[in-house]
């Protein structure tokens, strides 16, 4: 791990990323030893800020390199040089040989390259931070690609994911940011990142999304080639469409922008509260949108490695709170909040509501070019520090997503009203679900289980009704043993007392003469403390 650290503190000294903080904002003795700092004497060697960003991620590894393509969706919070190099992260990362990629081929395989494919392109179509892609062509004549992980990858990836567990937990010794769950959030990172490492699971969750959008207007899936698909190769068909960030290409095809975006923040919705099983890694390099019927646009999705999914109480929360947004109901945020724990116990709802408001008020009713959901997410977390409102890891996935889809929607159409393309689909979704259609969508689900048990229901309750009966005779019985016991103790004590001053009397009456004696040479303090004792005794 130290070679590490020292590795990430060389690379940043090679590409000078100390040239993308500002000195001015460094406190005054940090600037002044910066100054003199010897990294300072590197050279940039010619290469732009942006390009030497974009190098640094690509030599550092997958997980810096996932960084930087979220990164690039953020037009808004970063310089236009600087997010155009980030673009090229999402596949233009450099390829590993393709003779490499044809032997992991064939051994993953066990078969020539020959056997599997009527043909083989050594050269990469695409190549990112843990995969590459190749074009190649079935016996059948069907036209495919084959996606291969990167060589070792997975021990680069377990060093980092060790750093950041090393970062997490020197931040959880600090009070402020212990409330972020640092370790369970890496937890929950390691765990997605590393499932994308075992293509099977790729190629179940991309089965699984397909099966959800089968015949769907708004979104194709590319299909699955499960005879020749295994953990760090996969098979799948061949798409042809439009990368979703090239935007000339999309207007020269004549494609209606408004409603492409418009679409795909239904299919997000979709995804999360209809299906409850969304792409968690919509950077634009994986999204692509057809060239069939322009006027009505298609998306077209691939690299399902990550997707992620909310439990219904989670995903009620999340309905319930957006809706609270879209009508400005503050305070039913703040109460939804305080009911589920979120925010620190004895938090007074009207002034977390008052704190919401100034946060978020000025965003509404604001086309999406006017709104910077960063800068807002910025707020509402120095508004959480206040009311030590805790990070919650499950919706990590989410969150991320949200970023990903509003830097895709602020591309492609910078008037895009979200809040009147978002708030009818979550009514309609909030009355199917508690309304009388999600009762009776309920019932058929439920429906053979049911019809399984009610033959049952006569015995079951008859049994439940004699378990009842049961508990009350027990019941009774151990109340009466109790007042039974309380009895014997109370008749037995007045006999107790009796035994006890009896047993003193006859003692006195033993040992008077010896103690008459003792008494005559003890001073009075003494035998009063005597006479006490004995009186206590006999009262007892």
Excluded at 445 to 467: C, G, I, M, S
Excluded at 487 to 508: C, D, E, T, V
């Amino acid at each position: 791990m130290s070679f590490r650290l020292f590795r990430i503190a060389w690379t940043i000294s090679r590409y000078r990323l100390d040239t993308l903080v500002p000195l001015d904002r460094l406190p005054g003795p940090i600037r002044w030893l910066w100054r003199f700092a010897p990294v300072r004497l590197i050279p940039t060697r010619g290469y732009s800020r942006g390009e030497r960003l974009r190098l640094a991620l690509e030599s550092l590894g997958p997980i810096f390199v996932k960084f930087g393509q979220m990164l690039s969706t953020r037009r808004d919070l970063l310089p236009p040089d600087i997010a155009d190099e980030l673009k090229r992260l999402q596949d233009q990362v450099p390829p590993f040989p393709g003779e490499t990629a044809r032997a992991m081929v064939e051994k993953e395989l066990g078969k020539t390259v020959e056997e599997a494919f009527a043909s083989f392109e050594t050269e990469p179509m695409a190549s990112a931070s843990i995969a590459q892609v190749h074009a190649a062509e079935l016996h059948s004549g069907e036209q495919v690609v084959v996606k291969i992980i990167r060589p070792g990858i997975e021990r680069t990836m377990r060093e980092d994911i060790g750093l950041l567990y090393t970062f997490a937990r020197m931040m959880r010794r600090v009070p402020e940011a212990r409330r972020l769950r640092p370790v369970e959030v890496v937890q929950d990172y390691e765990a997605t990142l590393f499932d994308e490492l075992d293509l099977n699971k790729e190629a179940a969750n991309t089965s699984q999304l397909k099966r959800n959008f089968q015949n769907s207007p708004l979104l194709y899936v590319p299909s699955i080639t499960w005879s020749l698909t295994y953990r760090q190769v996969m098979v799948q068909e061949r798409i042809n469409g439009i990368p979703v960030a090239d935007i000339e290409a999309l207007r020269a095809q004549g494609t209606d922008l408004k409603q492409l975006a418009e679409r795909g923040v239904e299919i997000f919705f979709t995804q999360v509260f209809r299906d409850n099983f969304f792409h968690a890694d919509m950077h634009p390099g994986n999204i692509f949108v057809s060239r069939e019927n322009p006027t009505q646009p298609r998306y077209i999705a691939i690299d399902c490695g990550i997707v992620g999914s909310l439990t219904r109480e989670d995903q009620d929360y999340l309905a319930r709170n957006l809706l609270a947004f879209f009508r400005q109901d503050y305070y039913e945020v703040a109460v939804l909040h305080i009911e589920s724990g979120w925010v620190g116990e004895g938090t007074r709802a009207n002034e977390f509501a008052a704190a919401i408001r100034a946060v978020c008020e000025p965003i509404l009713e604001k086309p999406l070019k006017d709104i910077s959901f960063g800068q807002v997410l910025l707020g509402l977390f120095q508004t959480a520090r206040r009311f030590n409102m805790e990070v919650q890891p499950q919706l990590v996935l989410l969150q991320k997503t949200l970023l990903n889809i509003e830097g895709l929607g602020r591309q492609l159409y910078p008037e895009l009203d979200l809040w009147s393309t978002a708030k009818p689909y979550l009514e309609r979704w909030m009355r199917e679900r508690a309304g009388p259609q999600g009762f009776w969508n309920t019932l058929k689900k439920h429906a053979p289980e049911l019809a399984h048990q009610l033959p049952e229901l006569p015995v079951l309750a008859h049994q439940a009704l004699a378990d009842r009966e049961e508990q009350r005779r027990l019941a009774r019985q151990q109340t009466d043993a109790l007042a039974n016991l309380q009895q014997r103790f109370q008749r037995a004590a007045p006999r107790a007392r009796r035994y006890r001053l009896g047993a003193i009397l006859l003692a006195l009456a033993l040992a008077w003469q010896p103690m008459l004696g003792w008494a005559e040479q003890q001073p009075w303090p003494v035998l009063a403390a005597a006479g006490l004792g004995l009186l206590l005794l006999a009262w007892r």
